[in-house]
């Protein structure tokens, strides 16, 4: 009896920061509120800080990074694995290809991910402007700032709630200060 509480106990502790996490994860496109933008710096930062010592280092960001790197290249060579016996054909290769439609590469390929090298764009310069105190670290109070700021950024209503359409016109608008 003992054990069947421990392990549920243990399953709950599991649960919880990983529900959290994809509470936290707003759906691609749908409105975006101050309260799940902290919710999601706080489920990043709780990921990021793998000593627990409440600050991120450059040199956690680049081991987290290296991490989720590894993983998608795991996930894409278990996607055109398709006999899953370890090894990849020629034809298992070229099949993604050959599914897609003229001209594109097949879901799998890039097309998934297409647009993901905005998030690091600028380098390591990420760490220095979040950076607020300057001693080499973040803390969950200096990327929560930085986060809220750019959200405040982004709502020009300013009504607590940034939707798809003050997303795109945010990201037109810098486009053009870029362009000009």
Do not use: W
């Not at 054990?3 to 919880?16: M, R, S």
């Not at 590469?105 to 105190?133: F, L, T």
């Not at 003050?166 to 037109?172: C, L, Q, S, W």
């Amino acid at each position: 009896m003992k054990k069947l509480i421990i392990t549920g106990a243990l399953a709950a502790l599991v649960a919880v920061p990983v529900v959290a996490q994809e509470m936290a994860r707003p759906e691609r496109g749908a409105d975006m509120t101050r309260t799940a933008v902290e919710a999601r710096v706080r489920a990043n930062f709780d990921r990021l800080d793998a000593n627990k010592d409440g600050f991120v280092t450059k040199e956690e960001r680049q081991a987290a990074r290296s991490e989720r790197r590894e993983k998608r290249r795991d996930a894409m060579f278990a996607r055109l694995d398709a006999n899953k016996d370890g090894m990849i054909s020629r034809a298992e290769f070229d099949a993604p290809r050959a599914k897609g439609p003229k001209g594109e590469r097949a879901e799998g390929m890039r097309g998934k991910h297409r647009g993901m090298g905005m998030a690091h764009r600028g380098g390591g310069k990420m760490m220095e402007r979040v950076d607020a105190d300057r001693d080499g670290r973040v803390s969950l109070a200096e990327m929560t700032a930085a986060r809220l700021a750019h959200f405040d950024r982004m709502d020009a209503d300013r009504n607590g709630v940034v939707t798809r359409e003050e997303r795109k016109a945010f990201r037109e608008s810098i486009r053009a200060q870029r362009r000009g």
